[in-house]
């Protein structure tokens, strides 16, 4: 096809939209309070969390969201993104209508067109896909609930392609690292059990910033019973501030900490021997292989005095079972994240707190069918095995290498669809690998709420309603009892936005693919499924939230017989599968390399808030953290000649200068690193709060360091250094 040109949806759109109130001193509405209510139960989608809700308008127009109190996720209390998400319905900057890629006077721009027009354009590529290389040749990313109706609409199409950016860029170490130790994940929400733990070891996890609302609460139950908290970071965080001790490690030094705590566990005894005997397997080559990593050792590694390293391994061994070395969430670090994962889970282990209460806990779901429609048909190729042969133990899409196997005429992927996920800004270096995939495909497409940069490359934009204006599907997450939320539309769909679950029916029909989409309103999928466990959609929309009883312990009784779903049964501290393919059975440790004088380690982390680049230009949210600031230690300030407020550039190892961003001088940062809040720095005018705001710290990822064993990709091998530059307003 002939050559994309990146294109601006504010160059073609303009800014000529009203903009909101609060910019232009109109009236103020109303005092709250003093009309009719009416209130509708929500799901919100601001995060992944899912934490239910209900939505109150007065007199038709949008006045609050607040939490449920019967939400076991949110426990009745939205954070700071959630009752600000009335903002992803009112911002002025949404997308209102479908765009279609065209050429004029030999220029490519975009236009907008009818849903009749954008959906025949893509049903007719896809035809074309399928008729020229297969019907298996499509792929989608997707972050989003919304998503999984289009992964429908592929599987029943043929395509199996899929990826979730979150694995390969945040979760997906941790999850096979738990996997091939325990025989299964974490979960989502993570089934921590902090607010009955006695000590709670939070390495690298940002509690207090990243605010997952129920394991934010939970942690601060712990704190107020006076739980020992023991925190890992080069910065003094939110979470270091509340802690007994606080462990300022050099960057990319964790395996040898961790390392040196199972040496002191089993060296003085303090292990649950009785559980290790009990579940576990591999005890013995653990045993020998920690005898090089002494604290004296680690000191020497990490900056962390083996006096310390010893006094906080005994403070979780004299509180263990009660114990929690929390297993995080982005983990995606060194390259070496599965390991570093693999270590945290063999020291809770070590500590006996799987299945043990303070520890990890079982969690239920609620057993929910699927609605009846036919089986998808079977693809013509098992596209992980092309696409992702090295790495065989990968359980899901490795983003990187989708987006590899979509470059050049022979790729493998013809085809994309990008649901809710602005690539640009999850991807580290994906400039120019985006930009090549773009050029070589057939098709892409991209669904989303906001002119996000992902945009800039595609064929078609559809613009979906927010998840106030829509049914979307039961959330049925594993928790500590099972429980349903339903989130219903508490208004009518702005502007010509669509839901999902509409586009994905409508592309179906157009392919005579309606059989797998045979419902009229996805309010009949939703009804029919409630019914089928003793509810309905008239019982959830008066409720919101339904808890159902457990049907299973939730923690491991004395002497329980366990059987793990690992190879062998028990827990693995020495993983037969993982030297089968070639990888070390156990975790090792490889020294980080070392910034160069004059450059800083490239720390990045959360901010209450906001999720990442999704929320920056949401107006409610924005009056709140309008740009980020990059955090220097006082010592590297004064050799710099900076002061709070300056602003600089950073320029990363490989010459990618940033934005400009505001400097804040701390001693909350060591001197050899630096800090920023990641999501800013958006470069579409269209977001018209967001654009130009901050440092984009993903684009100074320019090296990557991959992890072997499942292809995670490490961001956190950047260095940058600072340029000044004279603020003008």
């Known amino acids: 096809m002939k050559r994309r040109e990146f294109l601006k949806l504010s160059a073609i759109l303009g800014a000529g939209t009203a903009a909101p109130g609060f910019l232009t001193g109109c009236s103020p509405p109303p ?63 949404r997308l209102r209508q479908p765009m279609l890629r065209v050429e004029r006077n030999g220029r490519q721009t975009f236009q907008p067109v009818s849903w009749d027009e954008a959906l025949d354009f893509i049903a007719e590529r896809m035809r074309g896909i399928a008729e020229q290389h297969g019907e298996d040749r499509l792929c989608l990313f997707s972050h989003g609930v919304g998503g999984s109706h289009f992964r429908k609409l592929l599987a029943s199409f043929g395509s199996r392609g899929y990826a979730q950016p979150s694995f390969a860029q945040c979760r997906g170490p941790r999850d096979v690292g738990f996997a091939l130790t325990f025989g299964e994940g974490v979960g989502s ?152 994962s693999r270590a945290i889970a063999i020291l809770n282990a070590l500590l006996g707190s799987w299945g043990r209460k303070g520890g990890f806990y079982n969690q239920e779901k609620v057993d929910l069918p699927d609605y009846p429609t036919p089986e998808a048909p079977k693809p013509r190729s098992d596209w992980q095995a092309v ?94 009892n099972p429980s349903l939320a339903v989130s219903m539309p508490a208004f009518e769909p702005r502007h010509e936005t669509k839901p999902a679950w509409w586009m994905a029916k409508q592309l179906a029909e157009r392919l005579d693919l309606g059989r797998y989409f045979p419902w009229d309103d996805y309010a009949e999928v939703v009804d029919w499924q409630l019914q089928q466990v003793g509810s309905s959609l008239e019982e959830m929309q008066r409720l919101g939230v339904k808890n159902f009883p457990r049907t299973t312990p939730m923690y491991f009784t004395p002497g329980q017989s366990v059987e793990f779903f690992t190879e062998s049964g028990k827990i693995e501290l020495y993983s037969a599968m993982l030297a089968g393919f070639g990888q070390d059975p156990m975790p090792v440790y490889t020294r980080p390399e070392r910034p160069e004088p004059g450059y800083f380690h490239l720390n990045y982390g959360r901010a209450p808030a906001h999720t990442f680049g999704r929320t920056i230009n949401n107006p409610q ?48 940062i060591r001197p050899d690193s630096v800090y920023i809040v990641h999501g800013f720095g958006h470069t579409d005018a269209r977001q018209r709060l ?40």
């Open 189 to 340: 929400p993570d089934r921590t059990d902090m607010e009955h733990s006695r000590c709670i070891v939070l390495i690298g996890s940002h509690l207090g910033e990243n605010l997952h609302n129920g394991q934010v609460q939970t942690w601060i139950q712990a704190l107020e019973k006076q739980a020992t908290v023991i925190t890992v970071d080069p910065r003094f965080s939110v979470a270091a501030g509340k802690s007994k001790h606080w462990l300022p490690i050099r960057p990319g030094t964790d395996m040898a900490l961790l390392l040196a705590w199972m040496h002191v566990l089993i060296n003085e005894g303090l292990y649950d021997a009785d559980y290790i005997a009990r579940y576990a397997t591999g005890f013995e080559q653990l045993a020998a292989h920690v005898q090089p990593f002494s604290p004296e050792w680690a000191f020497l590694e990490t900056g962390i005095s083996a006096a310390k390293i010893r006094e906080t391994a005994r403070e979780m061994a004299h509180h263990a079972p009660a114990s929690l070395v929390h297993p995080g969430r982005h983990v995606t670090w060194y390259g070496d994240d599965t390991q570093r």
């Open 690 to 729: 967001a654009a130009g705001r901050g440092a984009d710290d993903n684009g100074l990822m320019t090296r990557i360091l991959v992890d072997p064993i499942m292809g995670g990709t490490g961001m956190r091998g950047n260095f940058v250094t600072l340029i000044s530059e004279e603020y003008t307003a």
């Open 387 to 480: 696409v992702q042969k090295d790495f065989p133990l990968a359980p899901s899409g490795i983003t990187n290498a989708i987006i590899d196997a979509s470059i050049g005429p022979d790729a493998f992927f013809k085809g994309w669809f990008v649901y809710g996920t602005n690539l640009p800004f999850t991807i580290p270096d994906s400039a120019r690998n985006l930009e090549a995939a773009a050029q070589s495909l057939d098709l892409f497409v991209v669904i989303d709420t906001m002119p996000a940069e992902i945009t800039g490359y595609a064929d078609v934009v559809l613009p979906e309603c927010t998840y106030l204006e829509r049914i979307d599907p039961i959330r049925n997450s594993p928790e500590r």
């Open 621 to 668: 949210l924005f009056e709140l953290m309008p740009e980020n600031a990059v955090w220097v230690n006082p010592l590297v300030a004064n050799e710099l000649g900076l002061n709070s407020g300056d602003y600089v550039r950073l320029k990363n190892q490989d010459g990618v200068i940033s934005n400009r961003v505001r400097v804040r001088v701390t001693e909350r």
């Open 31 to 93: 005092l709250p309070g003093t009309g009719a209510v009416e209130t509708s139960p929500t799901v919100c989608n601001i995060c992944f969390w899912r934490c239910a809700g209900t939505v109150y308008q007065e007199n038709g127009e949008p006045w609050k969201v607040v939490g449920n109190p019967e939400d076991l996720h949110s426990m009745g209390r939205l954070c700071t993104r959630g009752t600000g998400g009335l903002g992803s319905y009112l911002d002025p900057d």
